[in-house]
């Protein structure tokens, strides 16, 4: 089915439920899902998810994702009320991986940063350079 | 490392040279990696780098992965002519994922698109929502 759209034209679909069963998830069952700010195009971070995450960002619009290190499901901001709002859901051309357009409440990043991509190679260096916008121990009450 | 990064405040750094010696390869020696076109924050692509595949990028500023499916290095656009051409690389908070902010000649996509992230969930269809820029066959000479 990925093969047969590789050719397609626009406006061409198939059953969504057809492409779900399709999926090549990985060896543990997940697929790597990117998360990128509808408006402004930051992407904010790369996380996984199985398909019962899957299944239930489709039917809530609120993105939930599989914690491979807490081995659950992970309501993006159920801890920290950091939500992220699903806009829009694309599959690449292989349909291994997920590219999500979000509304991110706040913090997307657990360091209390709104992204997780803020260490950058500069030269011989790998710097930081974004701020914390809320203390960790704020988001999370600890 | 990447714990004590998650605390540091802008302009703090680390040497390259520990970083990449910290990243958390997977159990396939290898790390996620994100392109985004540098200029108009397209997502174009995930894909795959191994150890040798990032040095060679960082050395030479032209994109390199690893070809999972091919097992071997892969110079993006060494068939197709459609180089990635390196602006700005960052790890994420653990490390375990790149962004790479690249200038992408002509189609990231091997189907000759832009980008591989053409397939849109809309409603309880998939949807095909990008042209193809140049046709496949045309751009490896098949």
């Known amino acids: 089915m990925w093969k047969k759209l590789e050719t397609a034209s626009p ?3 198939v059953p969504l439920a057809r492409a779900l069963e399709q999926i090549p998830w ?5 697929i790597p899902v990117i998360a990128q700010q509808y ?10 998810m199985n398909a019962p995450a899957l299944k239930e960002t489709l039917v809530k619009g609120r993105v939930c994702y599989w914690s491979r290190s807490r081995g659950q499901l992970w309501r993006k901001g159920e801890a920290s ?7 829009e859901m694309r599959f ?3 349909g ?3 590219l999500l357009l979000v509304d991110q409440t706040g913090p ?3 360091t209390g940063r709104r992204g997780c991509f803020y260490n950058l190679v500069q030269g011989d260096k790998l710097t930081v350079d ?3 916008l809320i203390d960790p121990k704020i988001l999370y009450g600890e």
């Open 11 to 13: 406006g061409e679909s």
């Open 26 to 30: 990985n060896a543990d069952g997940l």
């Open 39 to 48: 408006d402004t195009g930051e992407v904010l971070m790369l996380a996984w």
């Open 81 to 87: 009320g950091q939500i992220q709002e699903l806009r």
């Open 92 to 94: 690449d051309c292989d």
């Open 96 to 98: 291994d991986t997920l």
């Open 108 to 110: 997307a990043c657990h």
């Open 130 to 132: 974004k701020a914390v």
